[in-house]
């Protein structure tokens, strides 16, 4: 009994002294945790008393800077105002400026009206008073006053408009001169031409039977493959190969030549040969074109065209290469553009294809020149190259420096010597027009072409024509042979009024 008692007690003070300690801890916790607790909320305070002193000082900042910002836009505003004011006194100040220039004009015109008003009375007053005095109509005597003034100053302007053309004239042939003697020099061309032939020569008239055939089935078949005709009796130890297109005429020779060099005449050896030869002319006017082009560094240029051009190799005028002569004329209507002034390819591009159109003309209808035209807007040529090659023949007017240039090229190729043959028949007839020409012109008594129709003298009868009409005839014979006659060069008109006085002593 007495042990549990004293188990009891013991457990009784141990659960006593336990509570004391716990007590005792909860109470230093609690007096630890308001103490932290304080220390906590004396911090925040001190920065809450930081902040809110930093937010002020940002407060007084930004107040600061506002009342600087709105100072200086009312200074600026200011400013305006007063700028305004200013233009606002200049703009009335030109109005009033504005107003008195424009009643001043008025006044002015009023005045210049009044004074033409009077000026017109005046005139009328002195007609009227003229045609009293002469007893004319005012239209008479202003006819008649005209008639004055001309007949008395005629004389005079006639001299200063002659010594003005004679001086423009000499200035402006030396400067032509210079231009053609410096392309002439630059490119001396050679004289001879190359005559297109169709007579092709046999080595014995025994070949003439061969190149019939039985029943003239080689002749048929030769005709047939080229579509030339084969003239075999037109001259001995020859034949003559007939045909309007040159290139058919080319084949047709070539073959030929071939035919006789294999000895195998047949109609099938015929057509065959025939074939190679039209590829070899083929081939011959594609690289003549080829050559051309690349000779005058004209770059890219249509193929179509290229092969056009190739075509004038076998094409003649007047005995002369038209190939050769188009080339020619490029080379020099070059030169002549580069030292006029002008674009030299344009020059030298209008020159080659300024004959294009006579590389088809026995194809199509119209002029070369037309034909020319319409290939080269067909293959999207420069339209100043157009311009340049149409006005050759003068059909078109000049449109451009080139235009010009290539005609001058194309009377220098065509006129030297050695460049064409002619026949007698065209020469007479040449002179002839020149001599019809000058004597359709009233006063003119005897005319007389002279030096291969390069000039014409025209002899007047004195009586009919005054010195100063003598200026003024040659002047309008020249023009009328320049409008009406074609011809390479130029023509001089010599225009000579010769008095004579005979009397007799006896």
């Not at 506002?66 to 004011?85: I, V």
Request: glycine residues 6%.
């Amino acid at each position: 009994m007495t042990p549990v008692i004293i188990g009891f007690v013991a457990l009784l003070l141990g659960a006593g002294a336990g509570w004391v300690i716990r007590t005792s801890l909860v109470a230093k916790e609690g007096a630890s945790a308001s103490a932290e607790a304080e220390k906590i909320r004396g911090e925040a305070k001190r920065e809450a008393e930081k902040f809110r002193g930093e937010a002020k000082q940002e407060a007084d900042r930004i107040r600061e800077e506002a009342k600087k910002e709105e100072k200086e836009r009312r200074g600026e505003l200011r400013k305006r105002e007063d700028s305004l004011d200013d233009r606002e006194k200049e703009l009335q100040i030109f109005r009033r400026t504005a107003e008195e220039k424009t009643q001043s004009a008025e006044a002015r015109h009023e005045t210049l009206k009044t004074k033409e008003e009077e000026l017109t009375k005046l005139k009328d007053e002195a007609t009227t008073r003229l045609a009293q005095v002469a007893e004319m109509s005012p239209d008479a005597a202003k006819e008649q006053l005209l008639k004055l003034i001309e007949e008395g100053y005629t004389e005079e302007f006639e001299r200063k408009r002659r010594v003005l053309e004679e001086e423009g004239d000499a200035k402006l042939a030396r400067r032509a001169q210079e231009i053609l003697l410096t392309a002439v020099q630059r490119y001396g061309a050679s004289h001879a031409v190359d005559a297109m032939t169709s007579v092709v020569p046999l080595a014995s008239e025994e070949l003439k039977g061969r190149i019939i055939g039985k029943e003239g089935r080689n002749i048929k078949a030769f005709e047939r493959a080229t579509g030339c005709e084969v003239l075999v009796d037109e001259a001995p130890g020859a034949i003559v190969i007939s045909s309007f297109d040159p290139v058919r005429r080319e084949v047709a020779r070539r073959a030929l030549e071939r035919l006789m060099e294999d000895g195998r005449i047949q109609p099938a050896r015929i057509e065959e040969l025939a074939e190679a030869a039209k590829s070899e002319v083929e081939e011959i006017i594609r690289q003549a074109g080829v050559d051309a082009v690349e000779e005058l560094a004209l770059g890219s240029v249509d193929p179509r065209l290229v092969y056009l051009v190739g075509r004038l190799r076998f094409r003649t005028s007047f005995g002369q290469s038209v190939l050769q002569h188009s080339i020619e004329v490029a080379h020099l209507a070059g030169m002549i553009a580069a030292e006029a002034g002008a674009n030299p390819r344009i020059a030298k591009f209008g020159g080659l294809v300024h004959d294009i159109g006579k590389a088809v003309d026995h194809e199509v209808e119209g002029t070369h020149v037309e034909i020319g035209r319409k290939l080269l807007k067909r293959f999207n040529v420069d339209e100043e190259v157009i311009k340049a090659m149409q006005s050759h023949h003068e059909e078109y007017p000049f449109e451009n420096p080139e235009s010009v240039i290539v005609l001058v090229a194309d009377a220098l190729s065509a006129a030297r010597p050695g460049a064409r043959r002619d026949t007698v028949e065209n020469y007479l007839k040449r002179l002839q027009d020149l001599e019809q020409v000058a004597n359709s012109f009233e006063g003119v008594d005897k005319v007389y072409a002279i030096q291969a129709g390069r000039e014409v003298r025209v002899f007047v009868t004195p009586e009919a024509v005054d010195d100063q009409g003598a200026q003024r005839l040659a002047r309008d014979i020249a023009d009328k042979i320049q409008q009406e006659l074609h011809y390479p060069g130029e023509i001089k008109v010599t225009l000579i009024r010769e008095k004579r006085v005979t009397e007799y002593a006896r």
